[in-house]
């Protein structure tokens, strides 16, 4: 069975620094460019930052300086460093990849990100 699975989220207090990751299983995401989503209540998913199977990355402008993505093609894992998070980062957090050769997207389940003031 091919799947994603985030962990890494919870609850912090504005200021502080999560760390996400997604792993994949069932088959190899190495080859393509995968990325991290949030989505907040009552609004759209929106894309946070993608890496590319040769490590170029780019990230939303809210985001800039505070997030870094990572890979390890190795453990078929993406991750997500946030640093300085803000109360507006809360969201459910989700990691999308595609497999090598492969013709659609998978999602995570989605991890949850609280920021509090």
């Known amino acids: 069975q091919v799947q994603l699975v985030e962990s890494g989220g919870g609850s912090v207090q504005a200021g502080g620094s999560l760390r996400l990751s997604c792993a994949g299983s069932?088959?190899?995401?190495?080859?393509?460019?995968m990325a991290w989503y949030r989505q907040a209540p009552g609004k759209q998913r929106e894309l946070v930052a993608a890496?590319?199977?040769?490590?170029?990355?780019n990230y939303a402008d809210s985001v800039k300086g505070r997030f870094t993505i990572s890979r390890d093609n190795a453990k078929n894992t993406v991750y997500l460093q946030m640093n300085s998070l803000k109360t507006e980062y809360t969201a459910a957090y989700y990691c999308?990849?595609?497999?090598?050769?492969?013709?659609?997207?998978?999602w995570g389940q989605g991890t949850q990100v609280t920021v509090s003031s």
């Open positions: 999308r990849g595609r497999l090598v050769a492969g013709v659609r997207d998978y």
């Open positions: 890496i590319t199977r040769s490590g170029t990355t």
């Open positions: 069932g088959g190899d995401f190495s080859g393509n460019t």
